[in-house]
């Protein structure tokens, strides 16, 4: 029902930055809570960041807490994820998923974006 579009990765040195966005078709119940995921070959799909569209219950898994920034604009329907002191651990497919309660599991995620590759060098 709601489509999830990710963009801004691309490939970049230790210690640089990006800023992934995800803009949502539609802001609903559906979208309460907004994260980030990611998934590196052969391994298992894991949690980044939460957010609601009201800036309320952000969380940061423990790997990026303070290197990651997870914001939105309501006006664009578009949720941020701004990546600083990027390490090469960081590399990752990462997915927008959006679901109706907070959670961190990604079966509670209902939505989910086709994904965008960030790439660390060392």
């Known amino acids: 029902q709601v489509q999830l579009v990710e963009s801004g990765g691309g490939l970049v040195q230790a210690g640089g930055s990006l800023r992934l966005s995800c803009a949502a078709s539609?802001?609903?119940?559906?979208?309460?809570?907004m994260a980030w995921f990611r998934q590196a070959p052969g391994k298992e799909r894991e949690f980044v960041a939460r957010?609601?569209?009201?800036?309320?219950?952000?969380y940061y898994t423990d790997s990026v807490k303070g290197r990651f920034t997870i914001s939105t604009d309501n006006a664009k329907n578009t949720v941020y994820l701004q990546m600083n002191s990027l390490k090469p651990e960081d590399t990752a497919v990462y997915y927008c998923?959006?679901?109706?309660?907070?959670?961190?599991?990604?079966?509670?995620?209902?939505?989910w974006g086709q994904g965008t590759q960030v790439t660390v060098s060392s």
């Open positions: 998923a959006s679901g109706r309660i907070i959670g961190f599991n990604p079966s509670l995620f209902g939505s």
């Open positions: 957010i609601t569209w009201s800036g309320t219950s952000t």
């Open positions: 539609r802001r609903t119940v559906s979208t309460f809570v």
